[in-house]
């Protein structure tokens, strides 16, 4: 596969651009290194390189276009937005039919507020959280990932539930030390955790089912244990929905899962494939944010029309009956094909799936938390990453990251995705 212009354009990227993309998940550095690939277009389930090579598409923005590239009713959505004038900086009727939508679809989110980004939804629900109970300290869950703000980018010390150390320079020691984390699925670290800083937590921010280090559900009864511990402390529960709303269903995880959290943070698939975040929660709660309250929260494009009408016509067409069904359907016979592969070639690979996502890892064992995750093997991962590439499957460049099957995906690819496989498994077997 001819990839000259990418590499081309890529150097010159890094001339302009720091480290040459616009976010470190870009760059092919944890696939070994090399020029990404610089798409030119995309159309339903593929992308068009600017050598004009084509990819069928699992990638899908990190999560957000789950109706294909370029779906015709979110682009006409799009068009008339820009005709009418893309900002405002005024309310708008879109903000209250995309509100009321949402709460119709979760309807833990009482009160929501936009703003543009899933870092800003939950960055924002930790300080409303910290202004509505008077605490400071956070718990979150390792390598759940919840954006670029300063106070998720904690890491866990060694131990079963630790207070942080920064996870990037320029997050102070102090910041750090507000945040307490604990692995995911472990009951027993969460109640340590709790029982030694439950009246200072002042919530728990946990992805209800993480898509952060590959597609990992909770294990029956560990969320409810969480919600319980965490409400007998006096603190709040937090959903990061961020990839998970309507990602599984039309709705949050949280209705899968028969939950309710006291606030969640949304992004992605939400902005149909425009920039976007919002959170909500419990009335009560909610009124702690400004103008009503006295925790600030605020966007020049927070709520711009074009988020708005973008969102609202993705979630038109998700709503469309059996879009879950298909999505499952599809992801079903793509994790049966690779397993069977998997078998076949006696590669050490599991697969993790929930419907249209699913993550492979190249370990033997079940990956049930962030450690698990960890130790599946990157190289194995990074050689059958390029291979799926040259041959036209675009993943994410990340053992960590899932594959996303979007409604315009068909049979046909997830036929021709599983021919590549066999093909890079078989090469794999030799080397
Ligand atoms: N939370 C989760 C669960 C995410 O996956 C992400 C992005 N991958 C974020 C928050 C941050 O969202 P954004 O990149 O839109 O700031």
Same mark, same amino acid.
């Given at each position: #596969?001819?990839?000259?212009?990418?590499?081309?354009?890529?150097?010159?990227?890094?001339?302009?651009?720091?480290?040459?993309?616009?976010?470190? =998940?870009?760059?092919?550095?944890? %696939?070994?290194?090399?020029?990404? @690939?610089?798409?030119?277009?995309?159309?339903?389930?593929?992308?068009?390189?600017?050598?004009?090579?084509?990819?069928?598409?699992?990638?899908?923005?990190?999560?957000?276009?789950?109706?294909?590239?370029?779906?015709?009713?979110?682009?006409?959505? @799009?068009?008339?937005?820009?005709?009418?004038?893309?900002?405002?900086?005024?309310?708008?009727?879109?903000?209250?039919?995309?509100?009321?939508?949402?709460?119709?679809?979760?309807?833990?989110?009482?009160?929501?507020?936009?703003?543009?980004?899933?870092?800003?939804?939950?960055?924002?629900?930790?300080?409303?959280?910290?202004?509505?109970?008077?605490?400071?300290?956070?718990?979150?869950?390792?390598?759940?990932?919840?954006?670029? =703000?300063?106070?998720?980018?904690? !890491?866990?010390?060694?131990?079963?539930?630790?207070?942080?150390?920064? &996870?990037?320079?320029? %997050?102070?020691?102090?910041? !750090?030390?507000?945040?307490?984390?604990?692995?995911?699925?472990?009951?027993?670290?969460?109640?340590?955790?709790?029982?030694?800083? /439950?009246?200072?937590?002042?919530?728990?921010?946990?992805?209800?089912?993480?898509?952060?280090?590959?597609?990992?559900?909770? !294990?029956?009864?560990?969320?409810?244990?969480?919600?319980?511990?965490?409400?007998?402390?006096?603190?709040?529960?937090?959903? &990061?929905?961020?990839?998970?709303?309507?990602?599984?269903?039309?709705?949050?995880?949280?209705?899968?899962?028969?939950?309710?959290?006291?606030?969640?943070? #949304?992004?992605?698939?939400? /902005?149909?494939?425009?920039?976007? /975040?919002?959170?909500?929660?419990?009335?009560?709660?909610?009124?702690?944010?400004?103008?009503?309250?006295? !925790?600030?929260?605020?966007?020049?494009?927070?709520?711009?029309?074009? =988020?708005?009408?973008?969102?609202?016509?993705?979630?038109?067409?998700?709503?469309?009956?059996?879009?879950?069904?298909?999505?499952?359907?599809?992801?079903?016979?793509?994790?049966?094909?690779?397993?069977?592969?998997?078998?076949?070639?006696?590669?050490?690979?599991?697969?993790?799936?929930?419907?249209?996502?699913?993550?492979?890892?190249?370990?033997?064992?079940?990956?049930?938390?962030?450690?698990?995750?960890?130790?599946? &093997?990157?190289?194995?991962?990074? =050689?059958?990453?390029?291979?799926?590439?040259?041959?036209?499957?675009?993943?994410?460049?990340?053992?960590?990251?899932?594959?996303?099957?979007?409604?315009?995906?068909?049979?046909?690819?997830?036929?021709?995705?599983?021919?590549?496989?066999?093909?890079?498994?078989?090469?794999?077997?030799?080397?």
């Amino acid at each position: #596969m001819n990839v000259k212009q990418s590499e081309e354009l890529y150097k010159e990227a890094c001339e302009h651009i720091v480290g040459g993309v616009n976010s470190p =998940s870009r760059s092919f550095q944890g %696939v070994g290194g090399g020029a990404p @690939i610089f798409m030119e277009r995309g159309e339903g389930a593929y992308f068009y390189d600017v050598d004009g090579n084509r990819y069928i598409d699992y990638l899908g923005a990190y999560g957000p276009i789950i109706t294909g590239h370029a779906h015709p009713h979110i682009t006409e959505a @799009i068009k008339r937005s820009a005709e009418d004038g893309t900002l405002y900086g005024t309310p708008t009727r879109f903000e209250n039919q995309f509100s009321k939508m949402l709460k119709g679809a979760i309807p833990s989110l009482e009160k929501v507020r936009f703003v543009n980004s899933g870092t800003e939804a939950v960055m924002t629900t930790i300080r409303v959280a910290r202004a509505y109970t008077g605490r400071n300290k956070i718990i979150k869950f390792a390598g759940c990932y919840h954006g670029h =703000s300063d106070l998720v980018l904690v !890491a866990a010390g060694s131990g079963p539930s630790t207070l942080g150390s920064p &996870d990037s320079a320029g %997050v102070t020691q102090n910041i !750090a030390e507000e945040v307490i984390t604990v692995p995911f699925n472990d009951p027993k670290a969460f109640e340590t955790a709790i029982n030694k800083w /439950g009246d200072q937590i002042a919530a728990v921010l946990v992805e209800p089912i993480v898509g952060n280090f590959g597609i990992v559900e909770p !294990a029956p009864g560990f969320l409810e244990r969480v919600h319980s511990l965490t409400h007998e402390a006096g603190a709040l529960i937090i959903y &990061d929905e961020v990839i998970t709303a309507f990602r599984f269903t039309y709705g949050g995880a949280q209705n899968l899962l028969n939950l309710t959290p006291d606030m969640t943070a #949304m992004g992605k698939i939400i /902005g149909g494939g425009l920039p976007i /975040g919002a959170y909500g929660g419990k009335t009560k709660i909610m009124e702690s944010v400004a103008p009503l309250g006295p !925790a600030y929260s605020a966007g020049t494009m927070s709520g711009n029309p074009a =988020s708005m009408r973008a969102g609202i016509a993705c979630l038109e067409v998700l709503k469309e009956e059996g879009t879950y069904e298909r999505l499952d359907f599809l992801g079903n016979k793509l994790e049966e094909g690779l397993v069977e592969l998997i078998q076949k070639y006696n590669i050490p690979a599991t697969v993790n799936r929930l419907k249209g996502a699913l993550t492979l890892y190249f370990t033997t064992q079940p990956v049930t938390n962030y450690e698990e995750a960890e130790s599946s &093997d990157g190289q194995l991962f990074a =050689s059958f990453f390029k291979k799926m590439l040259h041959q036209g499957i675009n993943l994410a460049p990340s053992k960590y990251e899932a594959w996303f099957i979007t409604t315009a995906h068909v049979e046909k690819d997830i036929d021709e995705t599983l021919i590549a496989a066999e093909h890079a498994f078989r090469e794999l077997a030799e080397e």
